[in-house]
């Protein structure tokens, strides 16, 4: 039997991720298994807001305007300021994936932009 938590519990739990992502986060969007770090979005002060355990990314579309590194976005990562993993193996697409960017096929300098990025309790 599966476990199941009430969503007032999974709207805790979702917060406690985004207070642990503090000011200064970023989102970092790269190939598979995040071999390579393609682009990095950095956060605002509120990483974003949490309701009915959904924790939803503020102030998209956001870009990168420069990308770090050519190739085909294929998984993201949430992290500090400090570089610490909150959030890993993260799925990303033009719809239907926690992260939305508009193109999968980065190169080198390119602008990436990131249309959305919502993550939900399981």
Same mark, same amino acid.
């Given at each position: %039997?599966?476990? &199941?938590?009430?969503?007032? &519990?999974?709207? $805790?739990? %979702?917060?406690? &991720? /985004?207070? @642990?992502i503090g000011a200064g986060g970023k989102?970092?969007?790269?190939? *598979?298994? %995040? $071999?390579? &770090?393609? @682009?990095?979005?950095?956060?605002g002060a509120t990483s974003g807001t949490v309701s009915n355990g959904v924790l939803t990314l503020s102030g998209f579309?956001?870009?990168?305007?420069?990308?770090?590194?050519?190739?085909? *976005?294929? *998984? /993201?990562?949430?992290?500090?300021? *400090?570089?610490?993993?909150?959030?890993?193996?993260?799925t990303v697409g033009t719809s239907g994936t926690d992260v939305i960017l508009d193109n999968l096929n980065i190169a080198l300098n390119q602008t990436v932009t990131i249309n959305s990025a919502v993550f939900t309790h399981a």
């Open positions: %039997m599966a476990v &199941v938590y009430t969503t007032a &519990v999974k709207t $805790a739990r %979702m917060q406690a &991720v /985004a207070d @642990a989102l970092e969007i790269g190939t *598979a298994g %995040m $071999a390579s &770090v393609l @682009a990095t979005i950095t956060l579309p956001r870009s990168d305007t420069a990308a770090d590194a050519a190739g085909t *976005a294929a *998984a /993201a990562r949430i992290r500090t300021s *400090a570089n610490v993993d909150i959030i890993t193996g993260l």
